[in-house]
């Protein structure tokens, strides 16, 4: 009973210390390393959720391929992004080991950016974000996906894919 007693005392007094340390502790936030971010191109995949180490990642970037992108300005001044999405379905040997899906959801979301990417990767804030996107691609299709900047001081830009948010 006394020894009992002394775990119980031992585990809330740890709780509570665990409590108040987390409370007031700071935290430093993670700096993305700069030339990582200087390599990063114009259109970019966000890791996906689910994520194996062996046989593939079940990632957008096996499934799906750039067709082509454009960056335009068009009369009014502002600059137009087209982007050229097909889904190609599986072309890795193990990817014909499971079941490969028929169509794949995809957000893509636009940044633009004042100052033009130097060496690539954005260099500073956003001016301007579009609303994510949603697209679904079956299996052999093109998706034209367009974004425009109503800022006219955007002079590059960064379409970022990724999977559909889960829901829960």
């Known amino acids: 009973m006394k020894a009992h007693c002394s775990r119980v005392l031992i585990l809330s ?4 210390a665990l409590l108040i340390t987390g409370c007031t502790s700071v935290q430093q936030p993670y700096q993305a390393d700069r030339e990582k971010l200087a390599s ?3 259109t970019v995949f966000v890791r996906p959720g ?12 096996e499934y799906i391929e750039i067709t082509y ?7 009014a001044g502002q600059m137009v992004v087209e982007l050229g ?3 190609r379905g ?13 169509q794949i959801v995809i957000m893509a979301q636009a940044n633009f950016y004042k100052t033009p990417m130097q060496g690539h ?6 001016v301007y974000r579009t609303n994510r996107q949603k697209f679904v691609i079956k299996r052999g299709e093109l998706v034209d996906c367009r974004f425009v900047c109503p ?3 955007a002079r590059s830009y960064q379409v970022v894919l990724s999977e559909e948010a889960p829901t829960n």
Do not use: C
Not at 69 to 75: A, H, I, L, S
């Open 13 to 16: 007094i740890t709780t509570i």
């Open 40 to 42: 990063e191109g114009s």
């Open 50 to 61: 689910q994520y194996t180490i062996f046989f593939g990642s079940e990632s957008l970037n």
């Open 69 to 75: 992108e454009r960056g335009t300005v068009n009369e």
């Open 85 to 87: 999405v097909r889904n």
């Open 90 to 102: 599986p072309v890795r040997w193990y990817n014909f080991a499971r079941t490969a899906p028929e």
């Open 121 to 126: 990767g954005p260099s500073g804030p956003a």
């Open 151 to 153: 800022v006219k001081t």
